[in-house]
């Protein structure tokens, strides 16, 4: 598990840096992940994780989190590239990714909405998640791409919530799907700011849209029966 989640992330990124480097591109936006951002136990608890946030690999590898040690790297690489000058690189990290669906198969951030509308949970962990639109992130990269000014990272995330209060606001909605009865709280009040690339222009759309849109394609593709 720990190699096959390291390895394309590392190695993957390393790959198409090389060849970005050999076409002399003039700039490359390389997409992370929160989760290069979030682990970091050592980071004042009532202070929004920034751009200056990166997860401590010791403790990624502690807990056994691999995905977000492979982000970390990754990422981490990839400004080495930029600090020999080889390229100008600019990083986002996206959050929990909802909305329409590209891919043909089902993706952890699908799981996301797709576990709480039909899975049948008597009981969920109330965490807390952040969450923004694959077009968002989308229109993030392209800004920080054509921006001459963008440097270094942007943080992409749009809300924070709840794992109770999104299902409220799914119930609002889609009120007869099989939502979780009883939520149990959880202490995991990370907060994240995206204020940095907002600064730049960024803007968001409503999450009460991209909730309506990831249903109405999660139901279009057969993922959900429509009540």
């Not at 993706?107 to 996301?112: C, F």
Request: hydrophobic share 35%; charged share 30%.
């Amino acid at each position: 598990m720990q190699v096959d989640l390291i390895e394309p992330s590392v190695v993957g990124t390393r790959n198409v840096l090389n060849a970005c480097l050999k076409a002399k591109a003039k700039r490359v936006v390389v997409v992370s992940s929160i989760g290069a951002v979030m682990v970091n136990p050592n980071w004042p608890k009532d202070q929004a994780m920034d751009e200056e946030c990166w997860s401590d690999r010791d403790s990624c590898k502690t807990t056994k989190n691999y995905y977000c040690l492979g982000k970390t790297i990754a990422e981490s690489e990839a400004f080495e590239y930029a600090k020999r000058g080889e390229l100008d690189i600019v990083t986002v990290c996206p959050s929990i990714v909802i909305g329409t669906m590209l891919q043909p198969t089902i993706n952890a951030s699908s799981l996301l909405l797709l576990t709480m509308l039909k899975d049948e949970h008597e009981s969920m962990e109330d965490k807390t998640r952040h969450l923004v639109d694959v077009r968002d992130v989308a229109e993030a990269i392209l800004l920080v791409y054509e921006k001459p000014e963008a440097k270094g990272r942007y943080i992409c995330t749009s809300y924070t919530m709840k794992m109770q209060a999104l299902a409220n606001k799914l119930k609002d909605v889609y009120p007869n799907y099989n939502y979780p009865k009883s939520f149990t709280e959880v202490d995991d009040s990370g907060k994240l700011s995206s204020e940095k690339l907002q600064d730049l222009g960024w803007k968001y759309r409503p999450l009460e849209e991209s909730i309506v849109d990831s249903v109405m394609n999660y139901e279009e593709r057969g993922l959900l029966l429509k009540k």
